[in-house]
């Protein structure tokens, strides 16, 4: 596989370091300055969540930290998400 090639399948700001991915970011201070940051990237979801390292999502895009999404999620993502949420009654935690 050519390194050109293997680029065009990396993630947006994302280095290869070795054998690990790195997504580099950059800060912007209070001062003004910029600083670059560089993190560590997952290969899934669980990975992200248990070492608190960032995660690439094809359609919500950078979860910083296996948690935190780095832009917010479009309308159309979020009428289309079908997970279910909603208030429960003390009473049906209770039964549990």
Do not use: C
């Not at 090639?5 to 800060?27: A, F, R």
């Not at 935190?68 to 309308?75: F, G, P, S, V, W």
């Amino acid at each position: 596989m050519s390194k050109e090639s293997q680029t065009k399948e990396l993630p947006p700001n994302t280095e290869m370091q070795g054998n690990s991915l790195i997504h580099v970011i950059e800060i912007e201070a209070a001062d003004g300055s910029k600083r670059t940051q560089r993190r560590p990237v997952a290969s899934t979801l669980e990975e992200a969540k248990e070492k608190r390292w960032d995660f690439y999502h094809e359609e919500l895009g950078w979860i910083l930290e296996g948690y935190k999404l780095a832009r917010d999620r479009t309308t159309a993502s979020i009428m289309a998400d079908s997970s279910v949420g909603g208030r429960r009654d003390p009473e049906e935690t209770t039964q549990e």
